[in-house]
């Protein structure tokens, strides 16, 4: 069965808004056999014990701008993103909501930044996965 984990709009920043607690409840079974990656943009929902590392990716507020203009946010969207780049929100997120030790920042301006983050990830699974008979 689908489950729509999306609860309302918000006209503001002209974008859905995620029902966080529907979100958990659908992830639970899977994150619970372990060995999974997530990608999203906040960490603080959560369960602690799901994670034995964060990567938090950060980006130049120029670049970031750039890409946010091209996917044409709205200027109050655009704003508050770039606010919580400059005030680096989502890795303070991060370290507030895990363990700071497995909380890692990752710089992502360029392509090349991002095949070399992909690449560290990747290795990190690889050894993770040896480690845990994976």
């Given at each position: 069965?689908?489950v729509?984990t999306q609860?309302?709009?918000?006209e ?7 029902d966080?607690d ?7 079974a899977?994150?619970?056999?372990g060995?999974n990656?997530?990608?999203y943009?906040?960490?603080d ?7 034995d590392?964060?990567?938090c990716?950060?980006t ?6 750039a890409?946010?203009?091209e996917?044409?946010y709205?200027?109050l969207?655009l ?5 919580s780049?400059?005030?680096a929100v ?5 370290r507030?909501?895990y ?7 990752l710089q992502?301006?360029s ?9 560290r990830i990747?290795?990190w699974?690889?050894n ?6 994976g």
């Open positions: 069965a689908v729509s609860s309302t709009g918000d503001e920043f002209e974008c859905k808004v995620l966080e529907k979100v958990v409840t659908c992830m639970t899977d994150m619970e056999r060995g990656v997530v990608d943009h906040g960490s929902f959560f369960e602690e014990e799901w994670f590392i964060v990567f990716l950060r130049d507020t120029a670049v970031l701008a890409r946010l203009e996917r044409k709205g200027e969207k704003k508050n993103n770039l606010e780049e400059i005030f989502l890795l303070e997120e991060a507030d909501s363990d700071p030790e497995i909380v890692h920042e992502s301006d392509i090349a930044d991002q095949e070399a983050n992909l690449e990747q290795s699974i690889k993770w996965r040896a480690d845990n008979n």
